[in-house]
């Protein structure tokens, strides 16, 4: 799986938009892009991935570049309950298992 | 909605002696994996598995290790002889298809909300 990188951590406003930002610059042309995110110590959850388009979904949206070097997950309208690390991850291939990185550790304040 | 669900939630055993963590995956999905997190670190891939054999497994996954799906239902990870840094969180998850295969089209893993083991 391609290495992606982000940062480690970002603050967003209540009922404003979080633009989390990914790095995938060694994609190749079969992996896709997948957000996870991980609520505290629970088991990680999937939010959206693409694999050339914009996605979107009812928790969020997923912006590719053109190149595909990078993406942004945006959640439009961050809730308290968006607080979590959230994790972008390149797979595809053949390999099933997802490689999770630090992912970025994003704090929703009121 | 359905979801993983995982027994028991929380799981103390000596050092050396043998757990079972046991899984119910999402029915009508196919291939199984566990995955676990030691504290305050990154989650990590154990095992995946598909037609009742393994498909991948890392360098974590050792001869102390393995999985079994019993029935049609429970997916299941032994670790034979605990030491205490097998202290962690265990997820078990699961998904309908798999990279590989032809018209795959990308698709999700379900995780189920995990057992902390804890090894004393």
């Known amino acids: 799986d391609a290495k992606t990188t982000q940062p480690p951590s970002m603050d967003c406003a209540e009922g404003r938009a979080a633009n989390l930002p990914c790095n995938h610059s060694?994609?190749?042309?079969?992996?896709?892009v997948y957000w996870y995110r991980q609520i505290h110590s629970q088991g990680p959850q999937y939010i959206i991935h693409g694999l050339k388009n914009n996605e979107t979904n009812e928790m969020a949206s997923l912006i590719i570049t053109e190149d595909r070097k990078s993406s942004t997950l945006i959640l439009p309208h961050a809730t308290l309950r968006d607080t979590a690390v959230y994790y972008c991850i390149a797979r595809g291939g053949s390999q099933g298992n997802l490689i999770f990185g630090k992912g970025t550790k994003l704090s929703v304040k009121p | 909605e359905p979801e993983v669900t995982q027994t028991p939630s929380h799981q103390v055993t000596q050092m050396g002696q043998e757990v079972i963590l046991r899984c119910v995956p999402i029915s009508n999905h196919l291939y199984f994996y566990w995955y676990r997190q030691i504290l305050g670190q990154k989650v990590e891939f154990l095992v995946s598995f598909y037609n009742n054999e393994i498909s991948e497994k890392s360098e974590i996954f050792d001869d102390q290790f393995s999985v079994e799906r019993p029935d049609g239902s429970n997916f299941t990870l032994k670790i034979r002889s605990t030491k205490l840094e097998d202290s962690a969180m265990y997820f078990c998850?699961?998904?309908?298809?798999?990279?590989?295969?032809?018209?795959?089209?990308?698709?999700?893993?379900?995780f189920g909300p995990g057992t902390r083991l804890t090894v004393l």
């Open positions: 998850a699961s998904s309908t298809t798999h990279p590989g295969l032809a018209g795959w089209g990308g698709n999700e893993q379900f």
């Open positions: 060694t994609i190749s042309g079969n992996e896709y």
